[in-house]
């Protein structure tokens, strides 16, 4: 079954203890993204990745990292959470990076930072 | 980057009602996808309308584009307690293929 698959789902932490979430997609997608989405601002792109060791800011890039050595793999990492990265987050791949690609989406993954 | 706005925030139809929603952006686009978000869950790609097209259609649902007002709506015909969820759309620009969310319409179908 073509998927997107994230761990963990959910997630309690606290400041400063580094933490990964995991993303990966059998569908041999080229574009990965993260997205996190809270209420009433909707999803907020991360950071992207075109291909295999290209990866580029999106529009709230500040205390993330990512990493792409595998086409199927697109960890986020969060080196020092703070609590205004509690967020539901969200993994996606496409077949490319265009706004005619069909975006998929895996089942989310709700950090608590306290 | 530009995002779509979707108008109303809520919805509340009763099951066999027809729902409406609409989104607004502010500058030319190359294409908007509409999206469907099941409570808590990973959005689902529900259809893509270019720039180029004033209406779609799969199923239930029909997709139309104003580029003069800048706008796009979604309906949802013969709604059913299943349709219950949020719908976003995303929208590009024209100098820019990268897909941006509005915040979503969240619409409740009563049985």
């Known amino acids: 079954e073509a998927q997107v698959t994230q761990n963990p789902r959910y997630l309690i932490t606290v400041t400063g203890k580094k933490l990964t979430v995991t993303c990966s997609q059998n569908?041999?997608?080229?574009?990965m993204s993260w997205y996190r989405q809270d209420p009433g601002l909707g999803l907020r792109q991360i950071y992207y990745s075109m291909n295999v060791e290209v990866t580029d800011k999106g529009d709230v890039p500040e205390g993330y990292k990512v990493s792409r050595k595998e086409k199927r793999n697109f960890p986020l990492i969060l080196e020092s959470p703070s609590p205004n990265q509690t967020s539901l987050y969200f993994c996606a791949s496409s077949f490319g990076g265009s706004s005619t690609d069909t975006q998929y989406f895996g089942p989310g993954t709700r950090l608590t930072v306290l | 980057s530009q995002q779509g706005e979707e108008d109303p925030q809520a919805l509340s139809i009763q099951e066999g009602e027809n729902a409406t929603m609409n989104c607004s952006y502010k500058?030319?686009?190359?294409?908007l996808q509409w999206y469907r978000q099941n409570s808590g869950r990973g959005l689902v790609h529900l259809i893509l309308i270019r720039s180029n097209e004033r209406e779609k259609h799969s199923g239930r649902l029909r997709v139309t584009l104003d580029t003069s007002k800048k706008s796009s709506s979604l309906l949802i015909t013969a709604s059913r307690a299943a349709d219950t969820a949020s719908y976003f759309c995303?929208?590009?620009?024209?100098?820019?293929?990268?897909?941006?969310f509005g915040a979503g319409t969240t619409v409740t179908v009563r049985a």
């Open positions: 569908m041999n997608h080229e574009y």
């Open positions: 500058t030319s686009i190359n294409n």
């Open positions: 995303a929208t590009d620009s024209s100098n820019d293929y990268k897909l941006s």
